[in-house]
Nanobody, 127 residues
Framework: QVQLVESGGGLVQAGGSLRLSCAASGRTFSDYPMGWFRQAPGKEQEFVAAISWSGGSTYYADSVKGRFTISRDNGKNTVYLRMNSLKPEDTAVYFC????????????????????WGQGTQVTVSS
């Protein structure tokens, strides 16, 4: 069974930065693409960023492109989301997720591409 545990959320002023971490259990972490999604109050969950199994390819939602950076350390079974220039509209619960299929992700912005999810970490950006 795979477990994903997010950390690093908190309260930050607009313009500030945070780095989220997602620690994964299991020996095959490095075989799978990973993603970050978020859900704001009263809104549907939306794609934020994804990274290929090797880290060689990254994908971003237009709303975060240029401000957020996804990375991974396969030696530590951890994926990161560095968030800069935060805006109040970035306020949400952030979830990490593991890709359903080893090495391949065709639609990294789609929930059905992921099968294991963390419990989420709250990010609040004040204006």
């Amino acid at each position: 069974q795979v477990q994903l545990v997010e950390s690093g959320g908190g309260l930050v002023q607009a313009g500030g930065s945070l780095r989220l971490s997602c620690a994964a259990s299991g020996r095959t972490f490095s075989d799978y693409p990973m993603g970050w999604f978020r859900q704001a109050p009263g809104k549907e969950q939306e794609f934020v960023a994804a990274i290929s199994w090797s880290g060689g390819s990254t994908y971003y939602a237009d709303s975060v492109k240029g401000r957020f950076t996804i990375s991974r350390d396969n030696g530590k079974n951890t994926v990161y989301l560095r968030m800069n220039s935060l805006k109040p509209e970035d306020t949400a619960v952030y979830f990490c997720a593991r890709g359903r299929v080893p090495t391949i992700v065709r639609r990294p912005d789609q929930r059905y591409e992921y099968d294991y999810w963390g419990q989420g970490t709250q990010v609040t950006v004040s204006s």
